[in-house]
């Protein structure tokens, strides 16, 4: 059975970094035909891909990540795959970041996310 659980720190400070985790069972992020991608939901709006990482041995965006535009700057990703997880960092944040964070598993790219962790609530505020 495939699981994702996100994990990290409920509240963080403006302009600090936030750091979540998402640990996968059941399947491995070394799968070439695996994308895992960071999506959020901030209060009352809809889903908001952030980017993500395909599997090491993939082609593609450079070093194999790809980002959402408006947050290429801010944004990095990498993979501990002695743990299976896959980790997202996001710098500088501001309050407009509160949001609940999700890890999926997206099949061939990130078009469509077979697997979907819970969520973990994230709050920006000093």
């Known amino acids: 059975q495939v699981q994702l659980q996100e994990s990290g720190p409920g509240a963080v400070k403006p302009s600090q970094t936030l750091s979540l985790t998402c640990t996968v069972s059941?399947?491995?992020?070394?799968?070439?035909?695996?994308?895992w991608s960071w999506i959020r939901q901030s209060p009352g709006k809809g889903l908001e891909w952030m980017g993500g990482?395909?599997?090491?041995?993939?082609?593609?965006?450079?070093?194999?990540?790809y980002y959402h535009p408006f947050l290429k700057s801010r944004i990095s990703f990498s993979m501990d795959t002695s743990r299976n997880q896959v980790i997202l960092q996001l710098n500088s944040v501001t309050p407009e970041d509160t949001a609940v964070y999700y890890c999926?598993?997206?099949?061939?790219?990130?078009?469509?996310?077979?697997?979907w962790g819970r969520g973990t609530q994230v709050t920006i505020s000093s």
């Open positions: 999926a598993r997206g099949l061939h790219g990130f078009d469509e996310h077979d697997y």
């Open positions: 990482v395909g599997a090491p041995a993939n082609v593609g965006a450079p070093n194999n990540k």
């Open positions: 059941g399947s491995s992020i070394t799968t070439t035909s695996y994308y």
